[in-house]
C-alpha cells in the first residue's frame, strides 16, 4: 500500500466522513470497508483532491 502525505491522508478520512454521514446510521463496518477501499485505490492512482474522492466514495 502506498504512504500518503498529511494532507492526502486527511483528505481520505474527510471523504470517508463524509460519504458515510450520508448513508442511514453512517453506514455498516461492510459499507464503510467498501467506500474506504474505494477511496484508497483512487487516492493511489492520483486522485487525492477531497472532491474527486467524495465523487469515488458516492459511486460517481
Do not use: Q
Request: proline residues 2%.
Amino acid at each position: 500500500m502506498k504512504k500518503f502525505g498529511r494532507i492526502k491522508a486527511a483528505n481520505l478520512e474527510v471523504a470517508l466522513e463524509t460519504v458515510c454521514r450520508k448513508l442511514p446510521n453512517g453506514g455498516n463496518h461492510e459499507t464503510r470497508k467498501r467506500v474506504a477501499e474505494a477511496l484508497l485505490r483512487a487516492a493511489e492512482s492520483g486522485r487525492t483532491n477531497l472532491g474527486e474522492l467524495e465523487s469515488v466514495g458516492e459511486g460517481r
